[in-house]
Structures are given as C-alpha cells and as structure tokens.
C-alpha cells in the first residue's frame, strides 16, 4: 500500500484547509482503515482521526471534534481532512497513515499501522 499526502500549508488563526490523503495498493479489505497523526517539534506523534475506508465509521482526537472533519471518496481510495477554525496549537506535520486489519481499539494507536504516507506541514499564525 502506497499513501500520497498532500495539502498542507501557512495559514492564519482561524482559516481553513484541506488534506488530502490517496491510497493505492490493496485496499480491499472491510477492516481498511486511514488515520492522520500529527508531530508537533520535540513532540510524540498525536492521534488526530481515523476513517474506516469501506464502512465509513470516525474517530476524532477530543481537540479537533466538532472542528477537523473527515470525508471519503471511495472511488478514489482517497481521504480529506477538512480542518476549520485552525490554531495555533494544530501547527504540527500531519501524516497519512494506513492498516488493512485494524480493530477500532488500535485506530489512535501509531504503532498499528503498518502504512505511513510523507508529512505534508501545516502551520498557523498568529
């Protein structure tokens, strides 16, 4: 399985964007899972939210609920992440990351996942 990351970027307190995630390989297992983690400079990699690619089941890390929102496009094997009302603190490297057989008990779980996409940097200013 390949990832493909893309979308991050500079933007302001408050704004918007978008991550892409596309997946490639074989993916067609029910129990295929895609995840973005976040690593912030001097930090541990954070869980930020999961998706079950073929059933459509979330998961959100508690500080991005109600702001961060996943989507699928099953057609392209591709994930986004809207990301609204950005912070400060959401500065970090956002990674894609993938498992064809995770429980959801592992999704937050870094060490699961068997598949990791490049960082694509999102930094917000204030």
């Known amino acids: 399985v390949q990832l493909q990351a893309s979308g991050g970027g500079l933007v302001q307190v408050g704004d918007s964007l978008r991550l892409s995630c596309a997946a490639s390989?074989?993916?067609?297992?029910?129990?295929?899972?895609m995840a973005w983690f976040r690593q912030a400079p001097g930090k541990g990699r954070e869980f930020v939210a999961a998706?079950?690619?073929?059933?459509?089941?979330?998961r959100y890390e508690d500080s991005v609920k109600g702001r961060f929102t996943l989507s699928r496009d099953n057609a392209k094997n591709t994930v986004y992440l809207e990301m609204n009302n950005l912070k400060p603190e959401d500065t970090a490297v956002y990674y894609c990351?993938?498992?064809?057989?995770?429980?959801?008990?592992?999704?937050?779980?870094?060490?699961?996942?068997?598949?990791w996409g490049q960082g694509t940097q999102v930094t917000v200013s204030s």
């Open positions: 990351a993938a498992d064809s057989q995770l429980i959801s008990s592992s999704w937050t779980n870094p060490h699961a996942y068997d598949y």
């Open positions: 390989g074989r993916i067609s297992s029910m129990r295929f899972v």
């Open positions: 998706v079950n690619l073929r059933g459509g089941s979330t």
